[in-house]
């Protein structure tokens, strides 16, 4: 059952992610508003594995009370995460996934509803310097990092944490709850407005290149800070 909550987290990290290439390649003007509102129902989807996560992670904590057990589980959940990124870096994979989930959401929900997808146009040649892009291209980076960062650690960090602190069990959740929350309005605020508005302009390509990249850098990190707190 440990596999089953590392595998879910994977895929729920793995849709938030990939709702961002299913944007950048599923075009039908005509058809606008219902291939957005398909999106957001796999969007949705990601919170069930994250439903399924949360109370197999409480049981090993609260139950099984295995700390090396809970280590590996979050280890492993990270290790999912990258290895499912990394298809994203495809473009044949993301083009091919993205048609594929509208495709069968499509068929369950919209009774096989008449779309005509059409491919997100080459994208144009940026104005800016290149010190100006470089700078921009950092702040972008170090923003999906921190986001993906403080979102990741509230989630999987609190029940290895709690074994250190028992008696303070509903002050991690209340801090993991803000740290969640500055993850959310980081993306919110300053990453997802910018990926959509390179995407209405026939670009995007770069920026979500830059996000899946990002984020398999992100758990990279936690999980070298897992080793690293294993060994002390």
Request: hydrophobic content about 55%; overall charge positive; charged content about 15%.
């Amino acid at each position: 059952m440990f596999l089953l909550a590392a595998i879910s987290y994977g895929f729920s990290i793995f849709i938030d992610v990939a709702v961002y290439h299913l944007k950048f390649h599923i075009h039908d003007i005509k058809n606008l508003r219902y291939l957005f509102s398909l999106i957001n129902v796999f969007q949705f989807s990601a919170r069930a594995f994250v439903l399924i996560f949360i109370p197999i992670m409480a049981y090993y904590t609260e139950t099984v009370k295995d700390i090396d057990l809970v280590w590996r589980i979050t280890l492993y959940s990270h290790v999912f995460v990258i290895l499912l990124l990394l298809l994203l870096l495809f473009k044949k994979f993301s083009k091919w996934f993205s048609i594929a989930i509208v495709m069968l959401l499509n068929r369950v929900l919209g009774k096989n509803r008449e779309i005509n997808l059409v491919e997100n146009e080459k994208p144009s040649k940026s104005g800016n310097s290149p010190k100006e892009s470089i700078f921009k291209k950092i702040l972008f980076s170090g923003s999906i990092f921190i986001s993906g960062f403080f979102f990741s650690v509230g989630i999987t960090f609190i029940y290895y944490l709690s074994f250190w602190y028992p008696q303070k069990s509903l002050t991690l959740v209340s801090y993991s709850q803000i740290i969640n929350m500055v993850g959310s309005l980081l993306l919110i605020l300053f990453i997802d407005p910018k990926i959509m508005s390179s995407i209405d302009i026939g670009e995007g390509q770069k920026e979500i290149n830059i996000l899946t990249r990002s984020r398999i850098f992100v758990h990279i990190s936690l999980i070298l800070l897992l080793l690293l707190i294993k060994c002390y």
